[in-house]
């Protein structure tokens, strides 16, 4: 179990500052160069086509550069705006729920040993390992009952199954090296147990859990095929409009779309490092 | 042994509600007036097909104007990537339980898909001929009254003509075949030029469609109900000609595109030298949006392209009938349908009988332009072949999975 | 101090229930349906039809193959690139450009989503995609079909190259952060005694960071295993990946094939968690 609670940390905690033996730099240079060239190649194409018209083989690049698809995915009422309000709303309540539903299991498993942990660390684990398609298709039916299919909020709760083991994981991770130490002082010097929790142990995890928030949305962020089958075509996030584009053919609008779904991740990512950089400094 | 507690807790969820209770499809007749009256201040949810950009401008765009400003209605436009989708959703609605909150109001439907509703009774029935714009349609025409063979029965509204038609780019294939015939020994003659996408994807099928036509020696021996030994026999010879004709196909025929998308692709990139679509304007609009090179020209073929007409329907589980009817007779109207017809809109070949119609209205129809890629209504008319029935489609693609696509 | 039970239990019950609710009783009612039971209609008539059907379809075999090549493939090829660029990574120093332009990409990929890796893909590897383009150029092909087949091809090459795309970094960001928990003293020992670099790595480094590679490469394999997006905009028509395959099948118009559909996902789900414990009790028992 611990094994997989160890991935659950890097994203924490920074690999960036890693000390290095320094004669063997050259001989790795170059493999890495290639590394970042093939990380950033696939890209390029996906830009390209967001400002492309006609681009044909065997052009290498556009003869042509177009505004256009940029100028109906910004103009009112576009589809673009809809998807992105769609899955930043749905993204960011599927993360928002999660926290709160799995940052106290989190603790829990971290801090606590008690009877049947083992078995909660199954159920949370078994989501990751099993794929989700075939559980969607379980829920299916009654969420038809519960009239919860095709909307926002039917995603949400369904989005949950992915969530929330990030959730339980990195913050079971957290809460593991913990000090509990410092709140059973400040209980001692006659803290309540919300002055405890508000003024020692929130910023001591604060950076942690910001995390594992930010893992949440992404993830969620990031679902296909449950927002396709729960949503039933009605909730169209970014992914899935990016899905449509190519369905209809159109790689200048599907160029666009791509690009707007990696961007709010990639501002999430600087939004917490910027965070935790600060926190850290302190 | 705690996870199996939550467990029993789903089971006890699952017994919640239980029973489903028969449909009911007919509508009870109600005077149009009600109707209106009954759907002013309502929503409807359209299901359509959502891989066109120009379709989901037109009912994003003037259709919901027309019903907002009309009757306070709010048109929900929802894209699927297939109409099968659509009808699997009524399915497991009423499957659920769902028979008078369905989410889905009206669907642009043909084929086999209206079928399947219409078997299962999940269609609305019995208010199509009552709309007020019903006039305008000619509904003993045979391409009317009957939808890929089954029989309309006042259960859909027509809304769209549809014709195939095939592209190329004339600077790279100056004469494009003329027949079936033709095509068949120019993809002999040029290996590895042309592709069809594999099915489900319709435009896949309907081109296996057309040659399993041609090898059946016309249209006429594919017509009227469906018949095992009938179909035994032109499949051998269907299919046996479209596997000896693999060798020549895009990649050798190892594989297939797996969407019409992708076949465009091929055809714009010169992988391919043909591509194909049941929507003619495409061709058109391809060119415009840049997704096509400017030489494109469609065309069709003297010994008869396929043609449909496509409806729109309210399955019998809808919420929102009224809203829905009020929709359909909108979509009927003359402005709607002019606006439909418009190259610059959607492009799509109206179903109204011009007969039928003022002279200046008919005119209107008769004078609306058309792009240079695509091919002249007149020459779609003329060779347009009628679609065999749905059970017919089903056993084709059913013998093509079987036989080609493993 | 002892924490009481009751208050633990408080803290976990809302993920039990919801994880046992949605997750469990999507299991659950995936099966009942897959056997013939459905209680909102209050139809029990058991039977196996949904499993034998999933039996008798055509091209079966090929897609189970193309499936676990895929998940095994990506997963291989992810932890060997991956494992290698972290250990190249640390050697180099981390402050400088090429290092920080790495782990920045690194993480920044973390946050794309798998649908872009594909469409990315496809405009990249296709016969008249970007690479096309390029050796088209550079006089090495003299068309599309000179180009070699990477995206729709029957060996799944164009979804197994999007898939390691986007697990590379995943494995990289991971095994630096194994790497830093190992810390370089052990590694240093080993090459003092005399030890090769690739020996102290091999018989030092690796043991120790070996449990959560296991654990990576296990989320990577039920992930390719499970995935639809991916090998729908990459794969091609034949054979199918099985999620592609029971995703057309659970939205065919026939309701008839949905239960195959759910029979089909559950079978893959099962098989897959069998080869993961298999494979992972076949590394720790390596160890030994």
Redo the contacts between chains.
Sequence with gaps: M???W??A???G?K????????P??RR??L???L??A?????????VL?SV?????????LPA?I?LAAWARAFAN?S?VWRALGTSVGVSAAAAALGM???V??G???GM?A???KR??E???L?????????????????M??L?L??TAGGVV??F??PV??YV?LISASVFATHD?AFE?QARGLGASSWQTLRHVTLPMVAPGLSVAAAFAF?VA??Q??LT??VG???V?T??LL???S?????????GVA?VL??LP??A??VLT?TLLGRGGRR | MMALRPVLAAVALTAIGLLASTPGHAAEPKPFAQIEAEARGGSVNFFLWGGDERINAFISGPVAEALERDHGITVNRVGVADTAEVVNQVLSETEAGVTDAGSVDLVWINGENFRTLKVGGLVLCGYARGLPNAGLVDWEDPSISTDFGTPVDDCEVPWSRANFAFGTDSARVATPPKTMGALIDWIRANPGRFAYPAPPDFNGSAFIRQLFIHAAGGPDAVAGPFDQGRFDAIAEKAFGLLEALEPSLWRGGETYPTSIAQLNQLFANGEVDFTFNYEPTVFGANVENGTFPPTTRSFTLDDGTLANTSYIAIPANARNRSAAMVLANALLSVDLQYEKARPDVWGMATVLDLDRLTPADADRFRAIPRHPAVVAPEQLADVAMPEPSAAWVTAIEARWKETIGR | MPVRAASVRRMVAPTVAVLGLLFGGGLLLAVLQTIGVSPFVGRFDVSLAAYRQVAGLPGLWASIVLTVWVATASTVLSLGIGVSAAVALRRLAADTVLGRATLFLFQANLTVPHVVAAVGAVWLLSQSGLLARAAFGLGLISGPQDFPALVYDRAAIGTILAYVWKEVPFVGVVTLSLLASVGDRPGQTARSLGATRWQAFRHVTLPQIRPGLIACGTIIFAFALGTYEVPALTGASQPKLLPVLAYEMFTSHTLADRPAAVALSLTTAAAGLGMILAWRSLLTGARR
Excluded: C
């Design positions: 611990t094994a997989i160890s991935i940390t890097p994203v905690d690999p960036a500052t890693v000390p290095s033996a320094a063997t730099k790795a240079g493999p890495l160069l590394l970042v093939w990380l950033v190649v696939p890209l390029v194409p996906v086509w492309a018209r006609g681009w044909f083989f065997p052009a290498l042509e177009s009422g589809d709160l539903i799995g106290p299991a603790r829990a498993l606590h008690f009877p049947g078995w909660v199954m159920l949370v078994a989501p990751i390992l099993v794929p989700g398609l075939g559980v969607a298709m379980g829920l299916h039916a009654v038809i009952r009239g299919t095709g709760l369904v949950l199954v929330l083991p339980v509990r059973a992404l962020w990031s296909y095929g396709l089958l039933g075509g009605r169209i970014m992914p990016l899905g449509q190519i369905a209809a053919g159109r790689n200048d609008l599907a791509a779904t990696i991740g990639l999430v990512l490092s």
